[in-house]
């Protein structure tokens, strides 16, 4: 009797555990996006980014545009909990301070990120709205309209380099995960990287109306393929990943 109720204590546990090892797979395993919560990306480019690894540890990231160090960062979570390193690059130098003090597996670099390097060139930010800059002095215009702030803006003078530059002067041969977010400049950025080489498992890159057609034919010229499953999640990024 005494045998026969271990044994039912004993086959309780296993189940118990069993259970809660498939419960874990099952979240680790493709439903991140329904059952977890963002935490510092602006939209759930954060879990899709997680999902997609599963949680994997240890890999490093480019984060193009990368802006304030945690908040709305595409990046922070996989440093912060995944123990992930990588580049950040922006074309406003502020933003550096922030790498520096919270972010140590982080390098940040002040660039503009297009299709040649070694010139100096104007970057325009809205001056009464955080997180509204570009390059293209038209398109802030439009997007001063569009928030209904005021056309006043700053003009900044940034150096500008070629992704795979960048890269190679840091000794980087092959990244997990690009991030990309420049308002529209997006093309010009692509131009001037060799994604043959380097072969992001993931890439997670802005899309707009204009730049749409020519972000598909870039990836698709390459090898790569859209993740469509992920539209329904996040309406202003597309993520694409080489074709089986």
Not at 49 to 68: L, M, P, S, T
Not at 82 to 97: P, T, Y
């Amino acid at each position: 009797m005494r045998k026969y109720i271990f044994f039912l204590k004993c086959s309780s546990a296993a189940v118990m555990i069993a259970a809660w090892f498939f419960l874990c797979i099952g979240i680790l395993g493709g439903e991140i996006i329904e059952s977890g919560k963002k935490l510092y990306s602006q939209y759930d480019e954060e879990l899709i980014i997680r999902d997609f690894f599963n949680d994997r540890k240890g890999g490093i990231f480019v984060d193009v545009g990368c802006a304030h160090y945690k908040e709305m960062s595409t990046t922070y979570y996989l440093e912060e909990h995944l123990e992930w390193a990588g580049i950040a690059v922006d074309a406003l130098a502020e933003f550096a301070i922030g790498y520096i003090q919270h972010r140590p597996n982080t390098r940040f670099f002040n660039f503009i990120v297009t299709d040649h390097s070694g010139d100096i060139e104007p970057f325009y930010r809205l001056i009464n709205a955080i997180g509204l800059s570009s390059t293209n002095e038209n398109f802030l215009k439009k997007q001063a309209e569009s928030h209904h702030v005021p056309k006043e803006y700053q003009v900044v003078y940034v150096p500008t380099i070629t992704l795979t530059e960048l890269l190679e002067k840091n000794g980087i041969s092959k990244i997990d995960f690009l991030s990309m977010d420049i308002e529209r400049g997006e093309p010009e950025a692509l131009s001037g990287f060799n994604i043959k080489r380097f072969k992001p498992g993931l890439v997670c890159i802005e899309v707009r109306p204009e730049t749409s057609d020519k972000i598909l034919d870039y990836f698709a010229r390459y090898g790569y393929e859209r993740i469509d499953k992920y539209l329904k999640y996040d309406g202003l990024n597309w993520y694409f990943k080489p074709k089986d």
